[in-house]
């Protein structure tokens, strides 16, 4: 039943994708892979009310950098902060803070 479901669910967003790029030819980012992404930023942020009126200040990159890289609310609001304070762009992203296996690290 999982299978199905999780095949179900991939042949929606799919579906979804398909219908997106036919009404807005060229849009970019609303492939499979955009669209979880999209499901998982919304997953992470909508029940923080700390972090939802910051996450409009930094980019989709660091975005995707954090949601990776940090495990729990308080990292994601420590980098969404970091970002904003030290106002990282896409190119600096790299420079200003990694990931490991664990956690966000800040980069001396």
């Known amino acids: 039943m999982h299978t199905e ?4 669910g991939d042949a929606y ?4 994708s398909r219908e997106i790029q036919e009404t807005f030819p ?16 919304y997953e992470t942020y909508k029940d923080n009310e700390i972090v939802t009126p910051l996450v409009t200040q930094i980019s989709w990159t660091n975005h995707l950098l954090i949601m990776s890289g940090c495990k729990t609310d308080e990292e994601m609001e420590f980098y969404i902060r970091l ?7 896409n190119q600096d992203h790299g420079q ?3 990931k ?3 956690s966000c690290k800040r980069i001396s």
């Open 83 to 89: 970002c904003i304070k030290e106002n990282y762009s």
């Open 100 to 102: 490991d296996s664990t």
């Open 5 to 8: 479901h999780a095949s179900y």
């Open 96 to 98: 200003g803070y990694s």
């Open 26 to 41: 060229g849009i970019k980012g609303f492939n499979r892979r955009g669209l979880y992404r999209m499901k998982k930023f």
């Open 13 to 16: 967003i799919d579906e979804i």
